[in-house]
């Protein structure tokens, strides 16, 4: 299996077991080894009490990102700590797209960075994901 495929086959095996990013209406438009973009249209019940999406929303966004960028290598990982930055507000009926970029990697751990944006490619946000490695594969034949 090639990098590029086992990236593939592992986002498949974890899109199958994933019941929240599908139920927010969130795609997966990418993957790679260390990659992965995610996009979500801001529905009614993601806006808040200012009249603008949640935060918590693009933070879920974000992290689905980093969660599906941070698993392409066969080993199951999870977030060890993750930060974010708000820079702008997104509205009702925005598409958000969060990219996802591996910057390091060591051992069972990783940083990653998720940019997130609109339609227009307006930055809304930044996130910053450290990841740990489980000690567990998705397949065998990845080992």
Partial sequence: MTPQELAEACAAAMWREDRTSPALGMSLEHVAPGEATLSMEIGPTMVNGHGICHGG??????????AFAS????????AAGASISFLRPARLGMRLRAVASERARAGRSGIYDIRVADEAGKLIAEFRGQSRGLGTRFFEEAS
């Fill in 57 to 66: 929303f693009i933070f879920t966004l974000a992290d689905s990102a980093f």
């Fill in 71 to 78: 698993n392409t290598y066969g080993e199951r990982v999870v």
